[in-house]
């Protein structure tokens, strides 16, 4: 179920901020990398982002969960055991992420030589 709490005005721009809405936030975005390699479960996830506060990280699982870009499953055992995977939405995100990550590295090393060369 693909939920949408806004109205895009289809400008222009308009395809680049539904991607946008999408994996807005701090986290959303490299949730979604994370998810790529396969399903994860909550503490996982949080140990793969440690300055993420817990609250922050289930508010973002939440509404990418609410968007349709990962799948909550939760197993019915003790302790509770909830496992989040990428939806086929989800998954359709991988070349924009990976892209976003190789960008990232090259952004790094391009900050690394100006503060080798100051």
Not at 5 to 29: F, H, M, N, Q, S
Request: charged fraction near 30%; aromatic fraction near 6%.
């Amino acid at each position: 179920m693909l939920k949408t709490k806004k109205r895009y005005d289809c400008a222009a721009g308009c395809p680049v901020e539904v991607t946008l809405d999408l994996i807005d936030g701090k986290w959303k975005g490299v949730i979604v990398y994370h998810l790529l390699s396969g399903t994860l479960r909550f503490n996982e996830i949080r140990r793969k982002l440690p300055s993420a506060t817990q609250r922050m990280l289930t508010r973002q699982l939440r509404e990418l969960e609410e968007c349709g870009l990962v799948l909550r499953t939760v197993y019915a055992q003790v302790p509770p055991r909830v496992d989040y995977a990428l939806t086929e939405e989800g998954r359709s995100l991988e070349e924009i992420v990976r892209a976003m990550h190789a960008w990232g590295e090259r952004r790094l090393e391009r900050l690394a030589q100006v503060q080798a060369a100051a």
